[in-house]
């Protein structure tokens, strides 16, 4: 590959036809399922897979197919296809659902508002994940470009990944000839460490959620008739979370949430934490004053990575501060979210989970845990050589830089179904979520340079396996 070739083709893309579009998609409120009901109703999902699809369609690949797929009570998929010219099959993978608008986006920025800032295109959904149908089938078009060998190709963008990927194993039986059986699943919806260099994900952590509700009361009362004597449920909260997390320390007890760190993924974080120094922690919007949860560089990657952590992500049945009368609540309510290591067995962690919350309900309240949820995570298999020979030199031809691989702390649902279904396959998972890109929070922004570095990295990859079919 002309590295340098590929570079002035890619950018000329992202310049001329991507970034429009994605401005455009960012406009689209097209929230996920799971925080969007009426999905249907309201359009803004088929708004975005018409626009994406038109974009796809319109590329001038050859033997090109683009279709969008519809099963009874799903979201949308749409499917690419492209002949390959060489030996070798290949998923790409990417979704175009979006998380809820959440607050605090600065002033003159918003989910909904496309705003382009030097590098950085803000608003919800450009770099998670709505950039991966444009990247994946400009690093096709790339090799075409260069009348370099490609292997055949299918991509899928799917429409349910921020609610967990609910719809996705239907379309994979339903698809599964088409799909056959990949040599190589490349996965554009993860992170990266910084901007400097091609990060590859050796590892998703899982996760277990629900709704932990204590109830004390049919009514809520005058707190001063009785406190003392109602047990309030906020305690109770309190000292059931104290079951399954260190209140100071914040270490997970929960026994079937844990599991062993493999001495090679220790290794790669330490790796990574040496290249990315106090950029491990100080890449978060941390207040002044407040410190991470530990000194050791490596120790903090692993626990973002390999141990468990609980978090509470929201509340229910305690009034806004505007409200706050003095009256003693009959009911509060928290979503869990309980991250847990790749090689967990979440299913097994949500039992263990329902039950330790659930047993003794402390002055016999009424405590439950409803609609739970969990996705097991993933850990990578080992990297063949010619792949990681070919992240190497992509890396140097792209960023100038040594490649990096460091496990991610979220989840992608996909890629634990996708490990079970093809254990053969080589996995390339990576992405643009950087430091300060905030995927899920405010003032979420796509990096450009990284978008257009990390499509001329994939079409380097895609040809690396093509001559590689050639030598096996």
Not at 407 to 426: T, V
Request: charged content about 20%; overall charge negative; aromatic content about 6%.
């Amino acid at each position: 590959m002309d590295a340098q070739r590929a570079r002035s083709y890619i950018n000329a893309r992202w310049g001329d036809s991507i970034e429009r579009e994605l401005i455009e998609y960012i406009r689209i409120p097209n929230k996920s399922s799971a925080f969007d009901a009426d999905w249907q109703a309201h359009g803004h999902m088929d708004a975005a897979v018409a626009l994406i699809e038109g974009w796809c369609k319109h590329q001038a690949i050859p033997g090109l197919t683009v279709e969008v797929v519809r099963l009874a009570g799903r979201t949308p998929l749409i499917v690419a296809e492209v002949p390959g010219t060489a030996p070798g099959n290949v998923l790409l993978y990417g979704h175009l659902d979006k998380q809820p608008e959440m607050q605090g986006w600065r002033d003159g920025l918003g989910p909904w508002k496309p705003v382009l800032e030097g590098d950085r295109l803000f608003g919800r959904g450009g770099a998670d994940d709505g950039y991966a149908a444009f990247a994946s089938l400009t690093a096709i078009a790339a090799l075409d470009e260069q009348q370099l060998p490609r292997p055949r190709c299918v991509m899928l963008i799917e429409a349910s990944e921020e609610s967990g990927s609910p719809d996705l194993p239907d379309y994979m039986e339903a698809l599964a000839e088409r799909i056959g059986t990949p040599d190589l699943v490349v996965c554009l919806d993860s992170g990266c460490g910084n901007y400097d260099q091609l990060w590859s994900t050796t590892s998703l952590r899982g996760m277990v959620a629900g709704t932990l509700r204590v109830t004390v009361l049919d009514e809520g009362v005058h707190s001063g008739d009785a406190s003392g004597i109602v047990p309030s449920t906020f305690r109770i909260l309190r000292q059931l979370l104290e079951r399954i997390e260190d209140q100071t320390s914040g270490r997970v007890t929960l026994t079937a949430a844990q599991a062993a760190i493999p001495t090679q993924r220790a290794a790669q974080a330490r790796r990574a934490a040496a290249a990315l120094g106090d950029a491990v922690f100080d890449k978060f919007p941390l207040r002044p004053g407040v410190r991470p949860e530990g000194d050791d560089l490596g120790e903090l990657v692993l626990n973002r990575t390999w141990r468990p952590a609980l978090s509470v992500i929201g509340v229910d049945g305690i009034p806004a501060l505007a409200e706050a009368g003095n009256v003693t609540l009959p009911t509060a309510a928290l979503r869990i979210s309980l991250r847990v290591p790749p090689t967990c067995d979440a299913a097994a962690a949500s039992v263990a989970l329902k039950e330790a919350l659930e047993r003794d309900p402390p002055h016999g309240a009424e405590v439950r845990l409803d609609s739970v949820e969990h996705a097991t995570g993933w850990d990578a298999p080992e990297l063949a050589p010619w792949l990681a020979e070919s992240l190497t030199q992509a890396s140097h031809d792209f960023f100038g830089g040594d490649a990096l691989t460091m496990g991610e702390g979220g989840s992608i649902p996909f890629m634990g179904m996708l490990g079970a279904r093809f254990p053969e396959a080589q996995f390339l998972v990576t992405g643009v979520l950087g430091p300060q890109s905030n995927a899920h929070g405010p003032n979420e922004f796509l990096h450009l340079p990284t978008a257009r570095k990390l499509t001329a990295c994939v079409a380097r990859v895609l040809t690396d396996l093509a001559r590689q079919g050639h030598l096996v």
